[in-house]
Nanobody
Framework: VQLVQSGAELRNPGASVKVSCKAS????????IDWVRQAPGQGLEWMGR????????KYAQKFQGRVTFTADTSTTTAYVELSSLRSEDTAVYYC?????????WGQGTQVTVSS
């Protein structure tokens, strides 16, 4: 099982960012993908999840209206897009999948919001 994320991003406040998570080694459409972030000096913060089989999403209330999860079954890749970025969104963003026996994590993507 592998979750490979896209590289670090630097954005200005007010911009958007889209991070990808390429999954392999398991049946992509059989498990939710969760997105979690960790800001500097803070704990993990759950952002929500997507069911790749039908695109159904669940967003943490804090991010509703600003975040969009998508999944491309043809490339087994999940995406998170966050808009109206502010400095507090500076964090490492992770995707993960719980296969029951083990939770697998992407390597993380650093997103820095700074003018």
């Amino acid at each position: 099982v592998q979750l490979v994320q896209s590289g670090a991003e630097l954005r200005n406040p007010g911009a958007s960012v889209k991070v990808s998570c390429k999954a392999s080694g398991y049946t992509f459409t059989s498990y939710y993908i969760d997105w979690v972030r960790q800001a500097p000096g803070q704990g993990l913060e759950w952002m929500g999840r997507i069911d790749p089989v039908d695109g159904h999403t669940k967003y943490a209330q804090k991010f509703q209206g600003r975040v969009t999860f998508t999944a491309d079954t043809s490339t087994t890749t999940a995406y998170v897009e966050l808009s109206s970025l502010r400095s507090e969104d500076t964090a490492v963003y992770y995707c993960n999948v719980d296969l029951g026996s083990e939770v697998w994590w992407g390597q993380g993507t650093q997103v820095t919001v700074s003018s």
